[in-house]
């Protein structure tokens, strides 16, 4: 049996009571560690699931998982756990269907998301459109301009996501997102971003170091937002409503 579980953004105590209960059934307990990071150490979880957990970063689970997580699968009870939620990022999708193709039960645990805890910063989730990632290596890469451009031709928020490489304890940061995003309207030349733009710089969120901070691009460059992950986010059309709530957003 595999349960894929999320266990939420924060910390230890953020899986649901159903989670905690497969967690503790489980011979063997995995944690991917390569799409996000948590606000507690791994410490935290083991006392409070009375597991060991093994870590799984992404060769883990991408290239060696017939080996480890959907080997235990087949032997016994195996969690996968994920920090946030099990499909709040594209590659567990694939774990999950192989492990359908092998014919191993599984069963979805959910928990909370980036993509619906960015709520909190005033902006309606029904408004945002295509969420889009910014690599690292990102000198001829325009897909995440291209996302935003028509997000935005049709009034919609966009959510960038910014990469990260816990393992290397590597995160693009809210300055990084910004400059990149300034190049490329620089070269491409649409006139769609330009440093006065209202943006929304985001840190941890769903935790108590959780940083919310809008403003113009040129502004938010230099704040500081604490600890990571990060992620920005540019409105598209607002309600009253919104422009209200996001005001109130980081009080
Ligand atoms: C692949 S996504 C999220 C994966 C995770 N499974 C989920 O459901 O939230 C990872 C990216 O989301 C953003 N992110 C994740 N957690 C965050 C948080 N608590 N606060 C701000 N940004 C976060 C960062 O930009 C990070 O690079």
Redesign the pocket.
């Known amino acids: 049996m595999l349960y894929l579980i999320?266990i939420g953004?924060n910390d230890e105590k953020d899986i649901s009571v159903k989670g905690l209960e497969a967690v503790k059934s489980c011979d063997k307990v995995y944690l991917e560690i390569y799409?996000?990071r948590l606000a507690c150490d791994i410490s935290n979880l083991e006392e409070l699931y009375g597991k060991k957990i093994i870590l799984a970063n992404r060769d883990v689970v991408e290239k060696q998982a017939e080996d480890t997580i959907l080997k235990d699968a087949e032997e016994g009870d195996c969690a996968f756990l994920?920090?946030?939620?099990v499909f709040?990022?594209t590659t567990h999708l694939d774990l999950w269907t192989r492990a359908k193709e092998k014919g191993i039960n599984c069963e979805i645990i959910h928990n909370a998301?980036?993509?619906n805890?960015i709520g909190v910063v005033g902006l309606e989730l029904y408004k945002y459109g295509k969420a889009t990632?910014i690599p690292f290596e990102n000198e001829n890469v325009i897909t995440p301009y291209v996302m935003f451009a028509n997000n935005q031709k049709i009034g919609l928020h966009t959510l960038f996501?910014?990469?990260?490489r816990p393992d290397e304890d590597k995160?693009?940061t809210i300055k990084e997102a910004i400059d990149y995003l300034l190049r490329v309207e620089s070269k491409e030349n649409k006139g769609l971003i330009d440093d006065n733009m209202v943006a929304i710089g985001?840190?941890?969120?769903?935790?108590k170091k959780?940083v919310i901070i809008s403003g113009k691009l040129k502004d938010l460059r230099e704040k500081d937002y604490g600890d990571e992950?990060?992620?920005l986010i540019i409105p598209g059309t607002m309600h009253f409503m919104e422009e209200e709530a996001l005001e109130l957003g980081g009080k």
């Open positions: 999320g953004l799409t996000s994920v920090i946030g939620d709040g990022a998301s980036i993509l805890v990632s996501l910014l990469d990260l995160f693009m985001c840190s941890h969120l769903g935790s959780q992950p990060y992620c």
